[in-house]
């Protein structure tokens, strides 16, 4: 049997006792890797409180944590978790580890009231072909926003709705030479990893892991570190959210996740855009960020929660996660007529991205369980040391790239899109 770690045995132990308390409540206790930030825990609880078939305990998690705490519980045969919200990605390590219910015969019940995304549902079967392991929750992405002060700089003929790499580069130069500074801007200190992963990369590439030390690689990092990286506004090394530097000036154009972009759309509507990430030579990538619920098999009331995820998964709810929290619905039927303005303007651009002719949906990391960092790691480093810190381009691949290796070697992960499947760990070329 495998060790237990200590905390994970001392977080089971205050929550079983806590699930007695829970049971005794008629309570379902809801784990979530999604909403950890304070104000957008404090929003999804709100939406929660309008399950009427039980109170709601909404515990945030990292993912570690989660994994931990339900390999603890599968071990000890009893559990104080009802309902798991996580990203695609957390759940192949929850099915390599058997902890899973079997959902299709709630998703066909919910479907019997409304579609959800075929292509999300697919997913959520993890290969399989009649054992459904998530159910869609709700799906985001990263887009690009701009004061509109910042439109009066585009390049001859660009379109901002169409922009490349080239284009984005010369918008930046025309901004600062004409301002006096630098007005572009990344999270840098947030989450830029998933802006590598998802956006740089296979827009280059076409590939993720694959291509990572490929010549396009190598070219893109040299255009980033040569062609747009000067024009890049240098407090970006300290930028977690980008909204706030959107709503100081202190940039005109920025890219982050949509939910960390939504408080400047929600404050000021009139004066902000958003639209797609720019296309390299590979195509217009961008992560669709896609995350599912699921019922471990230690559920103290698997009836409770199934009740509770065909709450989250109907229209009204689905509208409620969209209008509070920027998260994109994941069913048909949901009313966006009366969205927020601020809203409104960033589905307009997801919608855009994810139907541009040139799109390259890339997955975020799947099948790297509680090593899913190291990845992020992988990517930063290689960027860092090239462009902010000058290093050999050709060197760093090499380096990082073994390291990349290294990291599918012994979690065994397949590749995932953009790049094609793999039989076996997914291998850089």
Same mark, same amino acid.
């Given at each position: ?8 045995? +001392? ?9 007695? +308390? ?19 825990? *404090? ?8 399950? *009427? ?41 929850? +099915? ?63 379109? /901002? ?12 130069? !025309? ?18 990893? %998933? ?20 010549? *396009? ?14 024009? /890049? ?16 000036? #202190? ?8 939910? %960390? ?87 307009? !651009? ?15 990391? +799947?099948?790297?369980?509680? %090593? ?7 990517? %930063? ?5 090239? /462009? ?34 793999? #039989?076996?760990?997914?291998?850089? *070329?």
């Amino acid at each position: 049997m495998k060790k237990i770690p200590f905390l994970a045995l +001392v977080v089971v132990a205050v929550l079983l006792i806590a699930g007695t +308390v829970i049971a005794q409540d008629n309570s379902l206790t809801f784990m979530s890797t999604q909403f950890n930030v304070v104000e957008e825990a *404090e929003k999804a609880r709100a939406i929660l409180a309008g399950f *009427e078939g039980a109170a709601v305990e909404f515990v945030g998690s990292e993912e570690g944590p989660l994994l931990d705490l339900l390999r603890a519980e599968g071990q000890a045969g009893e559990g104080t978790v009802d309902v798991i919200g996580a990203l695609h990605g957390t759940f192949p390590t929850l +099915v390599n580890d058997d902890l899973m219910f079997d959902l299709t015969e709630l998703l066909a019940s919910i479907e019997e009231e409304t579609d959800v995304n075929d292509a999300f549902v697919q997913l959520g079967r993890m290969g399989t072909e009649d054992y459904q392991y998530y159910i869609p929750w709700m799906q985001a992405t990263y887009t690009m926003a701009a004061h509109k002060d910042a439109l009066q700089y585009l390049p001859e003929g660009a379109d /901002v709705n169409a922009l490349t790499w080239e284009q984005l580069a010369q918008w930046a130069q !025309a901004m600062q030479e004409a301002t006096g500074k630098p007005q572009l801007g990344f999270p840098v200190a947030g989450l830029f990893h %998933r802006f590598l992963e998802g956006y740089a990369f296979p827009s280059f590439t076409g590939g993720m892991v694959t291509k990572f030390k490929s010549p *396009e690689a190598a070219e893109m990092l040299r255009f980033m570190r040569d062609d747009l990286w000067p024009y /890049v506004n240098p407090e970006s090394i300290n930028y977690d959210f980008m909204n706030e530097p959107l709503l100081s000036g #202190e940039v005109l154009v920025a890219f982050d996740h949509t939910a %960390r972009l939504k408080p400047a759309f929600d404050e000021r509507p009139e004066d902000f855009i958003a639209f797609p990430a720019p296309a390299g030579p590979a195509g217009r990538g961008y992560m669709p960020v896609v995350a599912g619920l699921g019922i471990p098999f230690t559920a103290p009331d698997p009836d409770g929660a199934e009740a509770l995820i065909r709450f989250m998964l109907s229209p009204e709810t689905q509208g409620a996660v969209l209008h509070d929290l920027g998260f994109y619905p994941v069913v048909s039927g949901v009313d966006t007529s009366d969205l927020p303005e601020g809203v409104a303007i960033q589905a307009a !651009a997801v919608e855009a991205q994810a139907n541009a002719e040139d799109a390259i949906p890339s997955l975020l990391p +799947v099948g790297l369980g509680e %090593r899913g960092g190291e990845i992020n790691e992988i990517f %930063r480093n290689a960027f860092n040391r090239v /462009v902010i810190e000058g290093q050999d381009i050709e060197t760093v691949l090499e380096e990082e790239g073994a390291a990349l290796q290294t990291l599918m070697d012994e979690t065994g992960a397949a590749c995932w899109a953009p790049d094609p499947p793999s #039989e076996g760990a997914c291998q850089v *070329e």
